[in-house]
């Protein structure tokens, strides 16, 4: 059997790089590139984040990701003990007719279903909804959730507005660059560029847009766009509980915490990340359970807790994080690449009876 970690070792000394600029250039850590080639899955903190690193790694030496990961799952199959029970008793033949019957029908049954939920999907959106479509043009209307669809020129996005209103954008170009109409102007955001858009003339960053896929010779084609509202459908101004609030002595890291905004209360705040290349990210929003998800280039990611979120980075640096409270924006700081960081972002109490919104990296 042909060794992944072999392939891309070898690939990458044809290529004349070494460890550490292909470290710097891919923003993965050198002992973790090392793994791979050793095959070597205990530096690893769990096969997630392997997984991940070797699709990266693979497609930054322009090898194959699918065939790479091929290489891998058939070694972990090999490797794997053969599970009890794998052989049964040889059954009569005139078992097979029981068995081949029931499968038939369920297969088919199976493919009735899928059908319908293919038709159903066409009219349906996955974090917009769509309010009219035609043969020209459609509508959609968006949430604080992140939109992601084909568009096409014509095609309109209604944002609600806290007085029931509505902001109505319209896709003015599809043809080498996204442009979209708003209240404020025209915007053209580029091929794989992630732009943050005033569309009210406030001053204020109300959406970011990216745009994945867009023709420069077929504008039919429409383009594939990324959507994240910067504030959702209202910005929330609900009272924090007091006894909800830690107090400032209560912090518990070797690492100074970070104030980024003070206020006579505490109230839910929103926090926007954009990722610009390959990233493990596991949020806690409050003290609900953490949520672990992989996120790609131009990938979007929102959460609005009560009083705090905690939040896990494999890859520190691809990753844009922007704290909005009070209809104030903040940008943190972005990390070196490779480095795994995990912070609280949460309101305190202090001593001089103030309410503060801080972050804290934790050791």
């Known amino acids: ?37 050793a095959e070597d899955n205990a530096v690893f903190p769990g096969e997630a984040y392997m997984v991940g690193f070797l699709k990266n790694y693979a497609d930054y030496l322009e090898l194959d990701s699918e065939f790479i990961l091929k290489l891998y799952r058939n070694k972990q199959i090999q490797e794997s003990p053969l599970p009890q029970g794998l052989y049964e008793p040889h059954k009569p033949r005139y078992f097979l007719p029981a068995i081949i019957i029931p499968s038939v029908l369920l297969v088919a049954v199976v493919a009735v279903v899928l059908t319908l ?7 349906n959106i996955e974090d917009g909804v769509v309010v009219s479509s035609g043969v020209k043009n459609r509508q959609y209307e968006l949430s604080d959730k992140k939109f992601t669809q084909r568009v096409y020129k014509g095609d309109q996005l209604f944002i609600p507005t806290e007085n029931d209103g509505k902001i109505i954008l319209t896709v003015r170009d599809t043809l ?28 204020a960053s109300d959406m970011i847009v990216y745009v994945s896929d867009i023709s420069s010779t077929d504008e039919s084609r429409g383009a ?10 209202a ?8 006894e909800e609030i ?3 002595s209560e912090v518990k890291s070797s690492h100074p915490y970070k104030v980024i905004h003070e206020d006579n209360r505490a109230y839910p705040f929103t926090i926007n990340a954009s990722f610009r290349g390959p990233c493990l990210f596991r949020d806690r929003v409050d003290n609900s359970q953490s949520v672990e998800s992989y996120f790609a280039r131009g990938d979007l990611f929102t959460a609005t807790p009560r009083n705090g979120i905690r939040l896990w980075m494999s890859n520190f640096n691809t990753v844009k994080i922007t704290i909005i409270a009070d209809s104030k924006s903040f940008d943190l700081d972005i990390g070196t690449a490779g480095q795994i960081f995990v912070e609280d972002i949460k309101w305190i109490k202090d001593t001089d009876g103030k309410y503060k919104l801080v972050v804290i990296e934790l050791d």
């Open 224 to 233: 594939e766009v990324s959507i994240l509202l910067r504030h959702g459908l």
């Open 246 to 248: 830690p107090f400032a």
């Open 117 to 123: 939920l293919v038709l159903k999907k066409k009219n």
């Open 235 to 242: 910005v929330d101004t609900t009272v924090v509980a007091a």
């Open 176 to 203: 080498s660059a996204f442009g979209i109409d708003t209240p404020s102007g025209v915007f053209y955001i580029e091929l794989a560029e992630e732009s943050e858009l005033d569309i009210n003339g406030d001053n």
């Open 1 to 37: 059997m042909e060794s992944y970690g072999e392939l891309l070792k070898t690939t990458r000394e044809a290529k004349e790089l070494d460890l550490d600029r292909a470290s710097r250039e891919i923003s993965i850590e050198k002992r973790y590139l090392a793994g791979l080639e």
